[in-house]
């Protein structure tokens, strides 16, 4: 081929595949080109076109993985080869997913990409277990925040202790592994030792599991009972106002998937 394609930037949701837009749904059963991260499910990808050209870049903590800029390199290469590229992402893909990081990148060398939004973890996983992020009784203000602040060395550090004044609900991405001082540092910051807090694993998928606890006692509960990535943490009132009653059945799929062994070489 010799015009370039569109690449979409594409939120698969948090796992459950009814999650899905419809708009997503569609790009799967069209593309001849899919780059996904691990936080999708593995039956999302039977959804494509038996040639269409399968990518994994899956990262997580601990694993060595394919790195950014031969994220990006592929998906450009993908662009000038391929009609229909779709880079699949967890979740939404602009909410700590580097999904406008691979959009500049591409835009600025005059690949046509479009971001398809996508139900993020942080909203649904909670929902998953019947905690509402935001509730009339429990304050006005919720905060999207992550707890692995130094996947990219180039963000300012998060003031913990400003944000236990500045919001009445925490919505932690990637908490668990500095989780005993993200408490520590919201308790210094004015947060009760009994404010009530979550933890969602696996929220929507095989294998989902969730604690609630008490600031104070959050990351000794969550070592105690074996939590472990993805998760999400809620804290807040929030987490009081929880109607399990609502709380959908998570859905029969795998999620995350194995994390590629070999790194791919940039190629531009
Ligand atoms: C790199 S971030 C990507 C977030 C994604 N863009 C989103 O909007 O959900 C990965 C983190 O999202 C959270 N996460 C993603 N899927 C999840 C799930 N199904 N259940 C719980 N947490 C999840 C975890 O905190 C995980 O470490």
New binding site residues.
């Given amino acids: 081929m010799t015009e370039s394609g569109i690449v979409y930037l594409v939120g698969s949701g948090?796992?459950d595949p009814d999650l899905l837009t419809l708009k997503a749904h569609r790009l799967l059963q069209r593309c001849d080109a899919l780059v996904h991260d691990a936080?999708v499910p593995m039956e999302l990808l039977e959804l494509v076109p038996e040639d269409c050209a399968v990518h994994a870049v899956g990262k997580r903590r601990g694993h060595h993985s394919v790195p950014q800029p031969s994220t990006n390199a592929l998906l450009l290469e993908l662009a000038q080869t391929h009609r229909c590229v779709v880079r699949l992402?967890?979740?939404?893909?602009f909410?700590?997913?580097r999904g406008g990081e691979e959009a500049a990148y591409l835009a600025k060398r005059g690949v046509t990409v479009e971001v398809v939004p996508g139900v993020?973890?942080?909203i649904a996983?909670p929902a998953y277990v019947g905690i509402p992020v935001t509730h009339r009784r429990a304050g006005s203000s919720v905060t999207f925040v992550t707890g692995h602040e130094e996947i990219d060395k180039g963000r300012p550090g998060v003031d913990w202790q400003a944000l236990a004044a500045a919001s009445d609900g925490l919505v932690i991405?990637?908490g668990l592994h500095n989780l005993a001082r993200i408490c520590q540092e919201l308790q210094a910051g004015g947060l009760a030792a009994t404010t009530p807090a979550a933890i969602?694993?696996?929220?929507?998928?095989n294998g989902q599991k969730h604690l609630i606890a008490t600031l104070e006692d959050l990351a000794e509960a969550a070592q105690d009972q074996g939590f472990s990535?993805?998760?999400?943490v809620v804290i807040g009132e929030v987490v009081e106002h929880r109607v399990p009653a609502c709380a959908p059945l998570p859905a029969p799929v795998t999620m995350p998937q194995p994390i590629p062994r070999v790194a791919l070489t940039p190629t531009s």
Avoid: E, R
């Avoid at 990535?229 to 999400?232: D, K, L, S």
């Fill in positions: 948090p796992g936080l992402k967890g979740g939404d893909p909410l700590f997913g993020t973890s942080g996983a991405y990637m969602i694993q696996q929220g929507s998928v990535a993805p998760a999400i």
